[in-house]
């Protein structure tokens, strides 16, 4: 099947999206500083609607993402994927919350190290995971872009909440 690739201009950096014409694959920031792929007469459909979901996330008017993705690793690691999105947007949790979550108590340090390996960022929001001391943990965008996240998150909540009224 197909790779396409679209770069959206976020205010913390470009963000690479992969994906097919069924679902996304990737969602990546990218360290470059020029825009490579635009979009093509040919761009699939999933990947301008997750450029405009991006955009309208960013803009602080989105909360939950509806296009469809596509996980690529271990069944452990995707458990832990598929927790992530029920982390409310706004808040956060322990990589112990996460493990509780998926019935894997224990697992606390692999929960971490598939909670490195996401590969749809934002969306999968790992950025929402901090240490259960409360402190910000690693982040594979950079611990900036996580502060950002999370700081532009918490300032949108409120109209998060007048817009489920």
């Not at 069924?22 to 609607?49: C, K």
């Not at 934002?122 to 690693?138: A, E, K």
Request: charged fraction near 20%; aromatic fraction near 12%.
């Amino acid at each position: 099947m197909k790779r396409y690739k679209l770069d959206y201009q976020s205010p913390i950096g470009i963000i690479e999206i992969e994906g097919t014409d069924t679902a996304i694959y990737g969602i990546n920031f990218s360290e470059r500083e020029q825009l490579a792929h635009m979009p093509q007469q040919e761009t699939p459909q999933v990947m301008l609607d997750c450029y405009k979901q991006l955009h309208e996330y960013f803009l602080g008017e989105r909360f939950e993402f509806t296009f469809p993705y596509q996980f690529e690793g271990t069944n452990f690691q995707q458990a832990v994927w598929h927790a992530l999105p029920h982390i409310s947007y706004g808040k956060t949790a322990s990589y112990k919350d996460i493990a509780i979550a998926i019935d894997n108590e224990k697992a606390v340090r692999a929960v971490g190290s598939a909670n490195g390996k996401n590969n749809i960022s934002i969306v999968v929001p790992c950025h929402r995971i901090i240490g259960s001391n409360g402190t910000l943990t690693g982040y594979g965008g950079g611990m900036w872009r996580k502060e950002w996240l999370l700081q532009h998150e918490q300032s949108h909540r409120a109209k998060m909440s007048k817009s489920t009224n």
